[in-house]
């Protein structure tokens, strides 16, 4: 083992049995449990907040999540004598959520009701007014989507000879694009007739990788993008990961819904957020960015499918959208 990852694991009161490589670090089998030990970039601050946070979700009666481990001397990054920081943090060896597996979709989907209903317990410090938690409303991340849509679009559209790709995107754009400019305006209007809603803690990268599913107990990791925002971004990212993967099954949609309003029931809000958020063509214009930003003399053929694909999922797409109103 590299001797840098042995000053650090020194530095911890407990004794270290095994260790292997994983999650972009070390997997320490230790006295005190398996733990993750792996370089740190961020600031001691936003390090202070996590701890904070965790530990009140924790004593709030949702125990598995992935804390930090101070140091024998009680700080929260250890550093090497070449200047490396490291952070040590609970570790979890259950395997992750499958989304195939709709039984355990609704007990995720719980799982993150729960977590959203704790945090709203959780009273605001006045110490939280870093960066990477006070982060900007989603429509103005739409607002350049559409922006390089637009770009793409007129590239595609001055070209004298096209490839199959360019000519798939001159057939379907104006309906997604369409679409993105409805998603951006509603969730603006929204903000604006909701002026006084109250921002909530947020996991902010909720998907089956953080979601792990135990004999016991379900364990939710990687809080490092957690924030002040809308929580139904959470219940967004996870749930279109899940409908994308089923085709957009309606029935399996409104029982992610039904799961969590039963710990958190959804308002007229949340709904039209949810609303604008899924009519967003998200993977449309990953496709078009990705297209604009590669070697766009040469698309690979599986993204002109993956095109058709969503001009085909559309009708039952829609289908879904009229049920979260």
């Known amino acids: 083992m590299n001797e840098r990852y042995l000053e650090a694991l020194e ?11 994983g999650r972009n670090g070390l997997i320490c089998e230790t006295s005190l449990g398996t733990a993750l030990l792996k370089e740190y970039r961020g ?4 390090l202070e907040f996590e701890t904070q946070v965790l530990g009140q979700v924790k004593e709030m009666g949702l125990p598995q ?4 481990i101070p140091t024998a001397e009680g700080e929260l990054i250890s550093t090497g004598e070449d200047g490396t920081r490291y952070v040590l ?7 992750e959520c499958n989304i195939r597996d709709r039984r355990e979709i609704r007990q995720a989907v719980a799982r993150i009701a729960r977590l959203h209903q704790i945090f709203r317990q959780i009273e605001r410090s006045g110490e939280w007014n870093l960066g990477s938690i006070l982060v900007e409303p989603v429509e103005k991340e739409m ?8 770009r793409a679009r007129n590239y595609i559209r001055g070209k004298r000879k096209k490839t199959d790709f360019e000519l798939c995107v001159i057939g379907n754009y104006n309906i997604f694009y369409e679409q993105a400019v409805e998603a951006c305006e ?11 809603a109250p921002l909530f803690l947020c996991h902010g990268n909720l998907d089956h990788h953080h979601i792990l599913m135990g004999e016991n107990d379900i364990a939710l990791i990687e809080f490092q993008r957690m924030h002040l925002g809308e929580q139904m971004e959470d219940l967004y990212y996870f749930m279109r990961k899940v409908m994308e993967k089923h085709e957009w099954n309606v029935d399996l949609g409104q029982e992610m819904l039904a799961s969590y309003d039963r710990i958190l029931p959804l308002g007229r809000r949340e709904r039209s957020m949810l609303y604008h958020l899924f009519l967003y063509p998200e993977k449309y214009w990953k496709q078009i960015n990705f297209y604009f930003n590669a070697n766009k003399a040469w698309i690979p053929a599986r993204n002109i499918e993956k095109l058709r694909v969503l001009e085909q999922q559309l009708e039952e797409r829609g289908k879904f959208l009229i049920k979260i109103q």
């Open 11 to 21: 530095k911890y009161d407990m004794t270290t049995e095994s260790v292997r490589k």
């Open 43 to 46: 600031t001691l601050k936003r």
């Open 65 to 68: 999540v992935d804390d930090y």
């Open 89 to 95: 943090k609970r570790w979890f060896t259950d395997r």
């Open 143 to 150: 607002e350049r989507h559409n922006q390089e849509l637009k």
């Open 186 to 196: 509603g969730l603006k209007k929204l903000r604006q007739t909701e002026a006084g």
